[in-house]
């Protein structure tokens, strides 16, 4: 006994619609990739970058931005530059300088572009056989480094002299206006702590703020030479010079003692006689009583000179 069948209405409009729409899918998606596989001959926009900008030299913000180029090749390829668009940088150091221009040659530098770009010469032809960059020369000036490097000793260690820095200056380039003021420029801080040997190192310059300058290089090296120092001392009398004839000048005290610090080294090497205090018999003002001692003669060698008594008292006989 056959039993009744019940066909929806419509099921088979359905069903014919999702067969009509895959196929013609399919065939959409064959005639695409058959019309990619073809080739064709496009213009085709490579947009610039720039590397390695002379020192002495301002590129222009007016530079070109981009390159075109006419490409003969699969829809597929073509496709693919125009819509990623690789970018072309250019090696400023592989140009020449014609006038106030840097000119990159693209012929020259054809193997440099071929890689960057993954694309074949033979079947691409650039519509500029040049690129030309504007440029203004810059000046270019010596500016002497100053150390910031702060030092903390070890007790009984120091220095007879301050850090050296190589090189002791360093070449800048950059817009006239700025350069001319900038005379000096600094590392950047460094500190050291308990210090109890010879040091050395590198350290970076400080271009904050001098972003408009080009440096040759940002960093330094330093060197210290860090000796084992003691004190010592000496009385040495006190002179008044610039006396006017006719008077004479009693101080007190006459003598007054001079502490210093020495490489332990040249300790014995200092004798009293080479120190030297004096008082200015012109530095007196109406009033006063007592003038201030300083010391005018030392070794050379010797540091942080102090005197035990800088007020001296004095009296004028006539």
């Not at 950059?174 to 350290?203: A, F, Y």
Request: with cysteine; net charge positive; aromatic share 10%.
């Amino acid at each position: 006994m056959l039993r009744n069948v019940k066909i929806k209405p419509g099921s088979f409009k359905k069903s014919s619609l999702k067969t009509f729409g895959f196929f013609l899918f399919f065939s959409t998606l064959i005639w695409v990739l058959v019309q990619l596989s073809k080739e064709y001959t496009q213009i085709i926009s490579f947009p610039l970058a720039y590397k390695n900008a002379p020192m002495d030299k301002s590129i222009a913000r007016t530079r070109p931005v981009a390159v075109e180029a006419r490409m003969q090749d699969k829809g597929f390829t073509l496709l693919y530059y125009k819509w990623f668009q690789p970018d072309l940088e250019l090696d400023l150091a592989q140009t020449r300088e014609e006038g106030s221009q840097l000119v990159y040659s693209i012929d020259a530098n054809r193997e440099e572009v071929a890689r960057q770009l993954d694309l074949d010469f033979e079947k691409t032809t650039f519509l500029v056989e040049e690129i030309a960059i504007d440029f203004q020369a810059r000046k270019k000036k010596k500016i002497r480094v100053v150390p910031a490097i702060k030092l903390h000793y070890a007790v009984g260690f120091s220095a007879g002299k301050s850090v050296q820095l190589t090189p002791d200056s360093v070449e800048v380039a950059g817009p006239q206006s700025v350069i001319d003021s900038v005379e000096i420029i600094k590392t950047r801080k460094l500190e050291l702590n308990n210090v109890n040997t010879d040091v050395s190192g590198s350290v970076k310059l400080d271009t904050a703020g001098l972003g408009m300058l080009s440096f040759y290089r940002t960093e330094v090296n330093y060197t210290l030479d860090v000796e084992k120092f003691t004190e010592g001392s000496a009385k040495i009398p006190v002179e008044i010079v610039n006396v006017p004839p006719g008077e004479r000048v009693s101080v007190f005290p006459q003598e007054v003692t001079v502490r210093y610090q020495v490489n332990l080294k040249r300790y014995d090497m200092v004798d009293a006689s080479d120190f030297r205090v004096i008082c200015d018999y012109n530095d007196i003002s109406r009033g006063e009583t007592y003038l201030l001692a300083s010391v005018s003669r030392k070794p050379d060698f010797v540091t942080n000179v102090s005197l035990s008594e800088r007020r001296i008292q004095f009296i004028i006989k006539r």
